[in-house]
């Protein structure tokens, strides 16, 4: 079953805007994890955060958590054409040691 | 590059083929990954090894086959194939083995199939 769900499926912005896509999950995880994909390509990973972690800094990107409403968000600031790409959350599953639970991904277009 | 390669990026098949996709990780992981993406919808899990051998197999058509002669390498041996396979696979690999939490995955690029 589907774990993890972006908002918005696809989401359209102007070069230097910022971006915030979101996650919903319906199980107590461990992890959720964030990745892009690049149109046809394989996901790069961007960011873990734990379940005891509530923000995490990376370069243009920050990662919230909030346990207590089973949501993630993910900001993209001043963003760039090459940040175009689809994101994906994904958790662990309460059932699987290696089982991730994606969503069906965030569309993001920069407009230049 | 992540380190996960796969071979070949794009494959067209007849339905009574029969072709094997290849993986190769170049970072010492425990853990390799089959993954299929379909258009708008998420990721499937297909197989899962873990040091060789298979943990997860997520009630796959027996028309898809694994192989995972050593850490390194992956292949999905494909025969039979349905117009509905056409997706693109995605090999992914991660340092875990048993650890009981999943880590950060690395992917490959895929291999676009598509089954005519």
């Known amino acids: 079953s589907q774990q993890g769900e972006e908002d918005p499926q696809a989401l359209s912005i102007q070069e230097g805007e910022n971006a915030t896509m979101n996650c919903s999950y319906k199980t107590s995880i461990n992890n959720l994890q964030w990745y892009r994909q690049n149109s046809g390509r394989g996901l790069v990973h961007l960011i873990l955060?734990?379940?005891n972690e509530r923000e995490k800094h990376s370069g243009r990107l920050r990662v919230t958590l909030d346990t207590s409403k089973k949501s993630s968000s993910l900001l993209i600031t001043a963003s760039r054409a090459a940040d175009t790409a689809s994101y994906f959350c994904a958790t662990d599953a309460r059932d699987s040691n290696y089982q991730l639970i994606w969503g069906a991904g965030t569309k993001l277009i920069i407009k230049p | 590059e992540t380190g996960v390669t796969q071979t070949p990026r794009h494959l067209v098949m007849g339905m009574t083929n029969k072709k094997s996709l290849k993986c190769e990780q170049h970072l010492g992981h425990n853990a390799m990954y089959w993954y299929k993406q379909s258009a708008k919808k998420p990721l499937e899990l297909m197989f899962v090894y873990s040091l060789e051998e298979r943990v997860e197999n997520n009630s796959v058509p027996s028309r898809f086959s694994p192989e995972c002669p050593n850490s390194s390498h992956l292949f999905l041996h494909l025969h039979t194939l349905q117009p509905e396979d056409s997706a693109l696979y995605l090999c992914a690999s991660s340092l875990q083995a048993f650890s009981g939490v999943p880590d950060e995955q690395f992917f490959g690029p895929g291999t676009r199939l598509t089954v005519l």
């Open positions: 955060i734990r379940s």
